[in-house]
């Protein structure tokens, strides 16, 4: 999973690193103005709006960071989405085929009760008696019955 994203960290190592050289830029050119202002009021002043100014930055820089975050959960999230459904699929896959056999084996199963049903009433017919004989008569009309329904 990180493999797909390595190219992230190099860029914002960059972007960092161009940040912190901004920042120093930005220092020692408010710390050369700021020694060069006359009266106290204006240092104040100065100060105050150098305090904004780095809290706004601080501020920027936590949400392009919560971006980047969100983006890469979003991204994990939506893979994660693509697995469940790839699993779904072969579980769904899996169970159909299951069902098939399920199915078939119950066809070879009610065959083979129809066949043993045909074998024992031919075997009831050479019987002596005759409750037998009707009995096997009675059972192959029911196994012709099953058979078409």
């Known amino acids: 999973m990180m493999e797909e994203h390595f190219w992230i960290f190099p860029?914002?190592?960059?972007?960092?690193?161009?940040?912190?050289?901004?920042i120093i830029y930005w220092g020692v050119l408010v710390t050369n103005n700021y020694a060069n202002l006359q009266n106290g009021k204006e240092k104040f002043e100065a100060s105050l709006e150098i305090s904004k100014a780095?809290?706004?930055?601080?501020?920027?820089?936590?949400?392009?960071?919560?971006?980047?975050?969100?983006?890469?959960?979003?991204?994990i999230a939506n893979r994660n989405l693509?697995?469940?459904?790839?699993?779904?699929?072969?579980?769904?896959?899996?169970?159909?085929?299951?069902?098939?056999?399920?199915?078939k084996d119950i066809e070879i199963a009610e065959s083979r009760l129809i066949t043993d049903r045909f074998s024992k009433a031919t075997e009831q017919l050479a019987s002596n008696s005759l409750?037998?004989?009707?009995?096997?008569?009675?059972?192959?009309?029911?196994?012709?019955?099953?058979?078409?329904?």
């Open 11 to 22: 860029l914002l190592l960059i972007a960092g690193f161009a940040l912190v050289l901004w």
């Open 54 to 75: 780095i809290i706004g930055g601080i501020g920027t820089s936590a949400t392009i960071v919560g971006g980047v975050f969100l983006f890469l959960n979003f991204r």
């Open 82 to 103: 693509e697995i469940a459904n790839k699993n779904f699929e072969q579980t769904k896959r899996k169970n159909d085929l299951d069902e098939k056999k399920s199915n």
């Open 131 to 149: 409750h037998t004989r009707l009995g096997a008569i009675y059972w192959l009309f029911w196994v012709h019955g099953d058979k078409h329904s």
